[in-house]
């Protein structure tokens, strides 16, 4: 059973037009291609990248975090409550005012304190500015050094100038060290990203990313395999381009930069838009989609790979979306930029904490204040500090 479905997934009808096949991609005269058996060599490249990671966040990112200035706040911890604990982890995590009326029943607790219970313990679970500070520098490191040395590795090809030649001789392109090491870096990457991904910051697109991360994984796999190589590189390229931006800015965010983090938010929103929405759509989908029907007969590879891509199309138009949400705060009156993506409004707000900061205040002010006919005296009006 194995056997045949092995022999038909490598079926050379599927993955190369007219009569060329896998025997084409045989070492020969000196000269070297791309083999499937490579990319074993990505999970020891994987596990190097998690390992590395660690250290780096551990020690380069906390300090470049105190050299920027990378405030914490304290928040304040839930008080030890077994029984609103195990309704926080079994049930819910924002009880609804019925269930808070229950919950004050059986604990004791005023309704007050039970939300203010349930605010500081969401509060525990949501990722500090250090966390993020460190994930999104270590991405910032990575991306920075895989544009430039995409960059160096491409910049003297001529299908980097003109994308017809990604098809010329296809598919026996003989495979260069750069474009090895290129592809087996990248595709680890990815791979250490998604490993990595259920003890990273959930954000909102959290599905969205494991998406993005297997049909990235994929379309570098498939295009490895059937040597479309000339066409993935140019392809990770293109999205190295503008990554390393986003964390920049998300690095000077969570520092406090604001006026540093807005003008590169800028930079990466415009790189953004034309390598996401015009460059890669207009030249290089359209090469992969338009051109190759020119010269071989479409294939069920050639709709696969193609497939892949305009999932990836896809991901680019939503969140360019975000990106103009994000564009809006700096009309007048909004001088903020954060990340749309961010988890913290899965929860609840970080004003809690301000909330949180108000109520105790009230609280001291119950105990120590006036009395009036046995009552104490309510503010109900709150303010809320802005960032």
């Not at 300090?63 to 077994?82: D, I």
């Not at 750069?178 to 259920?198: H, K, N």
Request: with cysteine; proline share 4%; glycine share 4%.
């Amino acid at each position: 059973m194995l056997s045949r479905l092995s022999e038909w997934f490598w079926n050379e009808r599927l993955w190369f037009p007219g009569d060329l096949g896998w025997a084409d991609l045989e070492d020969r005269d000196g000269v070297t291609y791309a083999k499937t058996a490579d990319l074993w060599v990505t999970l020891p490249i994987a596990l190097t990248f998690l390992i590395i990671r660690q250290v780096f966040e551990r020690t380069v990112a906390i300090r470049l975090a105190t050299a920027l200035g990378v405030k914490e706040k304290v928040r304040v911890q839930a008080a030890h409550n077994p029984m609103l604990e195990a309704y926080f982890r079994s049930t819910s995590k924002s009880p609804k005012q019925a269930e808070v009326e229950s919950l004050n029943k059986k604990t004791g607790h005023t309704e007050r304190e039970i939300h203010r219970w349930f605010r500081r313990r969401r509060n525990q679970e949501r990722p500090n500015q250090l966390k993020k500070f460190r994930e999104a520098s270590w991405r910032f490191t990575f991306y920075l050094v895989a544009f430039i040395a995409g960059l160096a590795a491409l910049i003297d090809k001529p299908w980097f100038y003109d994308t017809k030649e990604m098809w010329a001789g296809f598919p026996v392109l003989p495979l260069l060290p750069s474009q090895y090491w290129y592809y087996m870096i990248e595709l680890g990457f990815y791979m250490s990203l998604l490993f990595s991904v259920a003890s990273d910051v959930k954000r909102k697109d959290f599905k969205e990313q494991i998406l993005h991360h297997v049909a990235t994984i994929l379309l570098i796999s498939f295009s490895w395999c059937v040597n479309y190589i000339r066409a993935g590189t140019l392809i990770m390229l293109v999205h190295d381009a503008s990554d390393y931006l986003l964390e920049s800015a998300k690095m000077f965010n969570y520092a406090g930069w604001r006026k540093t983090c807005n003008y590169i938010f800028i930079i990466f929103a415009v790189v953004f838009m034309i390598t996401r929405l015009v460059i890669f759509p207009f030249w290089i989908l359209h090469c992969t989609w338009v051109y190759p029907v020119t010269v071989y007969p479409p294939f069920f590879g050639y709709y696969f790979f193609n497939g892949l891509l305009f999932v990836l199309q896809c991901l680019h138009i939503f969140w360019a979306v975000l990106i103009l949400r994000m564009a809006i705060k700096f009309l007048p009156g909004n001088n903020i930029v954060e990340d749309e993506r961010s988890d913290r409004e899965e929860t609840d707000s970080e004003d809690d904490d301000d909330d949180d900061d108000e109520e105790d205040e009230k609280d001291r002010r119950v105990k120590n204040g006036p009395v009036l006919n046995g009552h104490s005296p309510l503010n109900n009006n709150h303010h809320r500090k802005t960032e």
